[in-house]
DNA sequence: TGCAATACCGCAACCGATTGCAGCAGGAAA
DNA sequence: TTTCCTGCTGCAATCGGTTGCGGTATTGCA
């Protein structure tokens, strides 16, 4: 039914070793017989079939990209520059969404591996076995969470996290509740220790909220916990429960950026829009999926060392001041 | 370096063959045999090569997905859809994104094919003779667009259209602007005309801006577009370009809701979240995707047979109403 | 003109699974 | 005891490319 490279070679009285050459190695062909071939191909409309390419080369030309929730705002720019380093490097990308159920990650992780050359898997939830064992099945990089052994690509809370407090300490807030995000969530430890040094450090006091799943709806339902604790101030796992918090609250009267502030994480779209609009830490997606591919690349193409130490890209954030924060209301 | 099924064979004592049966047609072995390599098997981590199985069986247990803009949010819950669907069914899904250009729709379209059991669609911007020569290359869904000769997932605005424009009419608003999508989009077209047609039912003027990327800074650009035009209202091609007219409205000082009513369409999760809350017309995202792995599946397992026309599912939209509509201004 | 070097091309094995067909052994029936 | 059948297993071809190796024709140089 499709044309294959048999049909091609039968077309040009050549054998299909010849067209492959002629094909995807032009130089070790004559010059009239890779003009020959080229030229069949085309008019025959031979495209060539990656499957079997691919079972005799041992690579495949695709990865895989593991992610907890398609959904989340957070992910799709992550995905986006991934898909778009990819393309530029005749790469496909296989996309698996886990659901945040961490125990599919291996499962989809073990499905792919025979079909990818690598594996990209962001802010995995697993524990640490079960990442390791991932990792062991084929060149894996991590994004959004450490994996000593594996390379990873590193999302610097702590900067963010630390002029979110400073921000709020300037505004005279003394009592600031964290959000929690997943238990498992590395991220989530990354974020609840840095906002924790940064208050001490401000001499702010600090309490914890949580664990929420990263949905608006987790915030609403945080909101009502806030209620009567005497703190003024915010700082949300994501802008996902940040967006829940500030509309909650304001549903019950508050007044954002006046009587409470709220800080978001991310800095999705999302926060230029809501009302009003949310002071989030800027996370730094696209290049995060941008240097994951090219981490990823540099395994396969054995730039990085069976022995080396794993390599590791942090990638800094910074707070984004909007209208959901403000003075420390007085009294 | 990875175990073969040969490997589990030799282990066994048995050849590639029995194995392979036992392992995916266990009826065809004796029981001790099943069982003997089953424990193998798991016992040496055996994965199977989904490359090499495609290669001779001819399906691949992938189907391709492709989509204009992972960052659109208007697709995310489509391709997350799909994607849960397809777990369900031991199906990968490769994803692409034409980063809005259509001239790569038959570029990626085409080196898929042949990785692929099926192809989806999602809003192809494509000029129909392109459109159907990806419909050509194999089994193809198209979603958001109409291709007469292959399965399409349809939503159906004029429903919701026509309940925008009825809602508008009724707060008191004749004079409407539509700000168009892009040219080539056959959902661009099809809201056009159904506004078009529900305004002249109800007897309002209809002015027609654009084309607009399907991006809140082209919403931001349409906002100056409407200054001084006597327009009290607006439908936008789709939720980002309405927040954009929202955010630029406000920042010139107009009350959104009062001074003027925006209404967007996808109620993507930014409606929610916006100031005021957007009223929207809903698009059944996550329908339309299932929908479409089940058109595909159909056509794959042959339960729609060659000559039937082929299949159409349409879903409904509807109006949610939220804070950014009112009546319109007096005087 | 002769010989060696070189450029091209084809043969055949291979990647890892699936599957039609044939062979073998064991049990049942006569 | 013989025969036939059935159930299980192995052989070998196949899917569509890639690639090492060897052969042939051509070219270059003396």
Redesign the interface.
């Known amino acids: 039914m499709?044309v294959t490279l048999t049909d091609v070679a039968q077309r040009c009285g050549l054998s299909a070793s010849t067209v492959s050459r002629a094909l995807s190695d032009p130089d070790k062909v004559s010059a009239a017989t890779r003009e020959r071939v080229q030229r069949a191909a085309r008019e025959m409309g031979y495209?060539?079939?990656?499957?079997?390419r691919?079972?005799s080369m041992g690579r495949?030309g695709?990865i895989g990209?593991i992610v907890p929730?398609?959904?989340n705002?957070f992910?799709?720019?992550i995905?986006?520059a991934v898909?778009?380093r990819c393309?530029g490097k005749?790469l496909?990308?296989?996309?698996?969404?886990t659901?945040e159920h961490s125990a599919d990650e291996l499962d989809?992780a073990?499905?792919?591996?025979?079909?990818v050359d690598g594996l990209i898997m962001v802010s995995p939830r697993s524990p640490d076995r079960r990442v390791g064992e991932i990792a062991a099945l084929g060149p894996t990089v991590f994004v959004n969470r450490h994996v000593p052994e594996a390379p990873s690509v590193l999302i610097e809370s702590p900067d963010g996290m630390r002029q979110a407090v400073e921000h709020l300490t300037a505004l005279g807030h003394r009592r600031i509740a964290y959000l929690a995000g997943p238990r498992r969530s590395w991220s989530n430890q990354q974020r609840r220790t840095a906002v924790a040094a940064a208050c001490a450090e401000r001499d702010a006091e600090l309490v914890e909220f949580g664990p929420f799943e990263p949905q608006?709806q987790a915030g609403v339902r945080a909101a009502d916990l806030l209620h009567g604790t005497g703190i003024t101030a915010v700082i949300a796992y994501d802008d996902l429960i940040a967006?829940g918090v500030?509309?909650r609250m304001s549903e019950r009267g508050l007044r954002i950026g006046v009587d409470v502030s709220v800080v978001g994480i991310d800095d999705s779209?999302?926060s230029?829009?809501?009302?009003?609009t949310l002071t989030s830490i800027h996370v730094p997606c696209a290049e995060a999926g941008t240097a994951a591919v090219d981490l990823l690349l540099d395994v396969l193409d054995e730039v990085t060392a069976e022995d080396d130490p794993a390599p590791l890209v942090e990638l800094e954030t910074h707070l984004v001041i909007r209208g959901s924060t403000g003075s420390a209301p007085t009294g």
Do not use: C, E, H, W
Not at 47 to 52: C, E, F, M, S, T
Not at 92 to 97: G, N, P, Q, T, Y
Not at 272 to 276: D, R
């Open positions: 499709s495209i060539p079939n990656r499957v079997a691919s079972l495949t695709t990209l929730d398609i959904a705002p992910f799709p720019p995905i986006k898909q778009q393309a005749d496909s990308v296989l996309l698996a969404d659901n989809r073990r499905t792919m591996s025979k079909q608006v967006l500030m509309a779209p999302l230029g829009v809501a009302y009003p």
